[in-house]
């Protein structure tokens, strides 16, 4: 009893803990009350900011709940669309995707990044994608019906993305990060198109963001060789000729790669870049024989020929915008570190003004014969 | 540990009952007066080797005597011509008595009113002669035969139970331990009830400053009686105050005996049909025989699994509604859709729906206990199936918060101990409501309360927290975990054993 009395004296004090409505039951909102945003599209309006909240599907609640708003910041935004119900609460905590449109992109995303890392409510983890050929707002709006919400048409696109090695849906706070570190960052780029039955989604690969700015987009065929590059292949099926006149589709199951630099008087004068790719045969059309070496060191190379060029693509961009988004610098520095160090600030501009020379060796491992499952001359099928 | 505090006087003031009780001399006319009103008390002369210069009273009480045993053992050897006749001095007749000329197996010759009344109540025949008396027991009367436990089901383990009668418990006991330093001592506790209470250690093992302690809590009890286990619990611990059981009850004789072997004490009274087993640490209540019997790997896991379920049943419906009310950005969005789902239409906060549950619950528990099993267990059908599915269909309830009531309850079962799991059902209810007012930051003041208040807690010199709290890793792992048997060479640090080696 001793004790007890002053823990329940204890326990009652801090009731009286100062705060306008007391501490017990201040931040109390009952779950059903909430109403879950599921997605948050940013554009730029003129100096304002337009923000558009959606939520996910809620059964026998109909199409979901678009909200829009714009003010001179994202937070007071995000705030004010608290007025459009007097019952229910908008909740971000549940924020599944950012998006950014293009024209917002291009002005800067570090203020709506900046709003994300110090909201109570958002997350770090949400993805975010950046609008190709529009806005946050029309994408939301055109995505969400009453039989789909926008949230749920991009959880399908960010797996179908990842399947076929188009792009791959980072995080706000994965980017934040990516741009603190070098000054860019590679984002999902998402567009609508016009199907048979309406509205719907598109990966447009990747964009760039230099500087905090989106800088240019990357198409989809390219994103495969930046997947490459950067270790993110998942899985990505890619057609060849196979010298029979038909095409063989060759499912690209791993790639590794490694950078190399030559160095002249201290700046990088030439990029070595190395990679492996390793691929099963998924289909035949022409009638090639995958037993056969010729035939199969025939699709080899035309399968290292193909991703040669896509990366040849990749690493002109980067020439060309003068920006490492592929991170080359990083994994040099692993290899040369004092010689990179001492490009520190200028080291984008250095290797855009560097050669390039990429070796690309394919290995087809396996395919999968029905008709002659135990046949192994010539290949490891 | 201050073990000898316990042998303080104890708080509070004395019975105003006056000892001695009966400031008298013995005689029969006495003890007729004590006893006048009773009509099951039976006196009546003999001839005292069919003579008649002697005339002893031979009295009983009837239905705790056996009249076989009275006419055998006393009334024919005391009116034997043969070995009393000639008799005339009334110290010659006492001596005779006491020295085998009455064939009863105990013989106690007692020259206080006090001693002879409890004799006499305690089932014993008294032969009353002028100024003393000589008592033969010849216990006798109905008792409940050694049945199987109840309330602590054995599956691998022995099923014989303790009974009422401690002379069957304590025959029960040694029968396990054969051993000549598995002290047995009585005390006589109760004025009214005068109910015999027995402290059973093994001299050089269990520790003897826990034991004098012990004594010292159970010979300062001045009760009119001892007839149920808190009547008894409440004066052998040092903070009745607490909710949490401070000692090991239990019906299992080999439960006792694993316990004695530890080098803890165990209290048997009688009239109850249960022991004590002292001193109680918090892990010990999450420990049953079945685990010895068990394999270790699987006691291990049990025993994690009653640990987690203690956990799951005092917190659950607290974080659940700390979650729902204050911090929902916690739950996945799935999980938080079909909550959002589940409660649409439900007219109820989330606050009012699980402590309305809970106290469901308790209501069908405790229904279902007082009534006969039968109805008791339409009871429970009534309640849980029908009552709670028109319930949520009537959207009065949501499901998930009969979920969450139902798995609250349910590992709150999982606890061995009853008087531990009551205790968590009580703390299930104010960390709820904690939950209620100040969310999980409520539910962390809770737990550091409750945390706070365990460690204060010790029972003869241990406290009871140990090992979780003071004791190695190795004496942790051993107190959620059950090692192979033979690499337990030890018994427990925390029991302050005289003879800490358990095997080779």
Redesign the interface.
Known sequence: MKKLVPALIALALLALGGCKSGMLYADMREIDQLELIRTVGLDASGADVTATAASGMRVGEGSPTVLENTSPTVARSMRLMQNYSSKKYIFYGHVKYLLIGEGAARAGLGKFLDYVERSVELRLSTGLLIVKDGTANELIRLTSTESESTAELLASLEKDVRLMSESRVCSCGEAAESLAESGTALVAAVRTERGDDGWRLASAGYAVLKDGRLAAFIDTDTARAVNLLTGEVEGDVTEVPDGRGGLAALRVTSGKSSFDAEFCEGEPSRIIVDVRVKANIEELRGGADPYSPDELAFLERELASLEASRIERALGLMRELECDYLGIGGKLRLRHPVKIDRLAGRLAESLAGAETEVRVEANIERTYDLGAPLRTDGGDG | MNILKFLKKPRGKAHPEPKPRYDMPVSAENIALVFSGCDDFVAHEVLLGGEVRIKPTVCFIDGIVSSEAISRDVLRPLTSAERFGGVSDLREAVALMSEGMVTGSTVKVRESMDELVEDVLRGFCAVVLEGCAVTFETKGGEKRAVGEARSEKAVKGSRDCLTEVLRTNTGLIRRRMRDSDLKICELTVGRRTGTNIAILYIKGLTNGAMVQGLRARLAAMDVDGVLSPSSLEEYIVEKP?SPFPQVQSTERPDKLCIALLEGRAAVLADGLPMGFILPGTLSEFFKVPDDVAGHYIVASAITLVRYVSLVVSLLLPAVYVAV???H??MLP?KL??S???S??E?PF??AVEVLGMMLALELLQEASLRLPQNIGDTMGIIGALIVGQSAVEAKVISPAVVIIAAIAGITGYTVPDQDLSAAMRLFRFAFAGLA????LFGIV?GVI?LV??LS?LENLGVPYLWPLAGGNAREVSRAVLRWPVRSQKHRKRGFNVENARERA
């Open positions: 105050g729902s009310m204050y929902q950005e969005t938080m859709l909550i959002i789902e409660r649409q439900v906060s989330t209620v007012a100040l969310g003041i309360l706070w208040h204060t």
